[in-house]
Each structure stands twice: as C-alpha cells, then as structure tokens.
C-alpha cells in the first residue's frame, strides 16, 4: 500500500503571532478550543437582518405559523383553483397520516390499559387515561382540521 501523507502545515491566520512563521515551517500553535459557530466565519460578524426585496424570503414567525396545523386558517384562497387544489390535497393527505398515526397511538394506549386492568401489578390503568383524553382532543382536532380542508376542496 501507500503511506498515508503527513501534516500539511498552515498559517493560522487568527493568531498574529503565527502570520510570523517561514511558509515551510509548521506553525508552533495549536488550534484554538474556541467555540466554534457562524459568528467564526469571515461574514459572521456582519449578520444583519435582511430588508428590502430580499426581506420577502426571510422566514419569520408568523409565516411558520400556518406549518404544524396550529396557525392560522389557511385555505389557500390566494392560489390559483390547480394550485390550491394540489395544496389542500396535499395538506388533507398530512392530516390523514396524522389522524392513522394518532389512532395507532390510541389503539395501543386502549390496549396497555386494558392490560394494566387485568394484571395491576404492571402499572396503574388511571395513569393512562390522562394520555387516552389528551389523544382524544389531538384526534377531535385532527378530525375538524380535515373536515374543514374537505370542504375547502370541494368549494
């Protein structure tokens, strides 16, 4: 096989002390332990909000607000019909996943306490049904989410 090549040596550029080294040379300084993040990097420090006509991609709250079902009523009114039918089917598909995934959640909850009821020495039953009423009202909503979209799509 090969041997695996050594160390380049580099100018670390954040210490001055290391601009001094010949270009042959390996720098006598180790790497810094300071933290690194986006305010490390060149444009780090001149983040600054963005405004005027690139301020229209900025995400804010509120645009993410419509996304996880808790926003805003969103019916996509502004959208051309194709486009609006697309995206509510879409979103009426998300909301059927989640209404699958919610059921699953409360089938094995059912079954856990019923489980806990015939033997009690695994768990106590009234401590799942704080989590049964909690997926009931998550359900009721999914559910009145996705009858307010079907009768967005059939408008």
Do not use: H
Request: charged content about 25%.
């Amino acid at each position: 096989g090969f041997n695996p090549p050594g160390d380049i040596p580099f100018e670390d550029l954040s210490n001055a002390s290391s601009t001094t080294n010949l270009a042959g040379s390996t720098p006598s300084t180790t790497p810094s332990d300071k933290k690194l993040s986006i305010l490390g990097t060149i444009t780090g420090g001149k983040l600054r909000k963005r405004s005027g006509l690139l301020g229209i991609f900025a995400q804010t709250s509120k645009s993410l607000a419509g996304i996880g079902g808790d926003g805003g009523l969103d019916d996509f009114a502004e959208l051309p019909p194709n486009q609006r039918r697309k995206k509510l089917q879409s979103k009426i598909d998300a909301l059927t996943s989640k209404i699958c995934q919610e059921t699953a959640a409360r089938d094995g909850l059912m079954k856990m306490k019923t489980v806990y009821e015939a033997n009690p020495a695994l768990g106590d039953p009234m401590s799942i049904q704080g989590q049964l009423t909690e997926n009931g009202q998550i359900l009721d909503k999914l559910r009145s989410d996705l009858r307010r979209y079907q009768v967005w799509l059939e408008e």
